[in-house]
């Protein structure tokens, strides 16, 4: 209901700073990416077959803390990745939509969009 929605949005809204302090205080970072590299590889023959090209993708992900993990998909688990991936973005746009995410005073960068 709007009226209980309204009375959160107060109570938050007047005591928004000791809030925004205890949360920087005890909030859990996780490392960010900070380079991604892909490659395809194609099997062209294996010892048991004389020809197979099969594509797959090489992933090799760097993040903040140092850590390098490096990982193979088949192009069908790439997609579902990608596929994944986007449907997790759309949802953070909605939410950034959402007026329960809407912070007074701070406005959200337009990301470019592709083309």
Known sequence: PAAVATDIAAAINSSREAIEAQASTSMV???TLTDLQWRVDV???TTSMSRVLKPSIMMQVTQSD????S???SVAKFHELRYHAAKVLKEMQDMEKSQLFKIPGITTARRPSAQ
Request: hydrophobic share 40%; charged share 10%; no cysteine.
């Open 29 to 31: 970072t996780f490392p």
């Open 43 to 45: 099997t062209i023959s």
């Open 66 to 69: 140092g850590t390098i993990r």
């Open 71 to 73: 990982f193979q998909l």
